[in-house]
């Protein structure tokens, strides 16, 4: 199927649409060994792609029809990527598998918890396309003092800039010795987006772990472990999908 590359490449966990943009403009990316430009197309049962030593050659139709899911526990300092320029760790290396994963959307190098790969092109964009409003669940530990209407604001939707973030729930779960323990909910994806809103109420993350991806919770999954998800499990990535489907159906016409 033609893709355009830096979709392809954004599916695969390099990096964002841009930041591919960017990796192609400084001439970082070959396609079957020619130097790509911006706009290319790229198929992924007969082209090669490399970006920089790394190579990401072309499935077959029965690589494609074997479609694996995941959940896995990202440590501090993992990349939510299949490769780093830079040399550090992804999180791609924690699973044991023949087919190609790549991750459903990314968790910041500081941060940790439930993160799903698969091969599953159309999950993914089901999970991360904003007009989904799949809810992420965070557990964030913060210092420093805040108040009932601060986390209104959070509640309420905080405009930063020129930017507007959505709305979050947020409740207090516990006073630990690291600090507050806040159970945040979101709805939007954008970058670094809790620890900007914890800045923006004066509030220090000291850890931020993610505990659940729509219904599919962490539960007992340790650091840097990872388990291949059974349908049932799998089924709880699409619940919120399925709910949210299911509500804007047209009532039955007596």
């Not at 490449?9 to 790509?36: P, T």
């Not at 291949?228 to 299911?246: D, G, R, V």
Request: proline residues 4%; hydrophobic residues 35%; aromatic residues 6%.
């Amino acid at each position: 199927m033609l893709l355009r590359l830096n979709k392809y490449l954004a599916q695969l966990g390099i990096a964002s649409r841009r930041g591919v943009d960017d990796l192609i403009e400084h001439k970082k990316v070959f396609i079957n060994g020619n130097l790509a430009q911006l706009g290319d197309k790229v198929d992924d049962l007969k082209d090669t792609v490399t970006v920089g030593k790394d190579v990401y050659k072309p499935m077959s139709d029965g690589d494609k029809q074997q479609l694996e899911y995941w959940a896995v526990y990202k440590p501090v300092g993992y990349v939510s990527s299949t490769a780093d320029p830079s040399g550090k760790p992804v999180v791609t290396k924690l699973v044991k598998s023949k087919q190609r994963l790549y991750p459903v959307g990314r968790l910041d190098i500081d941060s940790e918890g439930l993160i799903i790969l698969t091969n599953d092109g159309a999950l993914t964009q089901r999970l991360t396309h904003p007009k989904h409003h799949v809810p992420k669940t965070y557990h964030v530990t913060v210092r420093g003092r805040y108040t009932y209407n601060a986390l209104e604001k959070i509640r309420g939707g905080l405009r930063m800039k020129s930017q507007r973030i959505a709305p979050a729930d947020v409740r207090v779960l516990e006073k630990t010795e690291e600090g507050t323990v806040l159970e945040i909910v979101l709805r939007q994806g954008m970058n670094r987006q809790i620890r900007r809103m914890m800045k923006a109420i004066n509030l220090e993350v000291v850890k931020l772990v993610r505990v659940a991806v729509g219904g599919l919770e962490l539960g007992d999954l340790r650091p840097g472990r990872a388990k291949q998800l059974t349908y049932e499990q799998k089924q709880l990535l699409f619940m919120p999908l399925i709910a949210k489907e299911e509500s804007t159906l047209s009532p039955a016409q007596d």
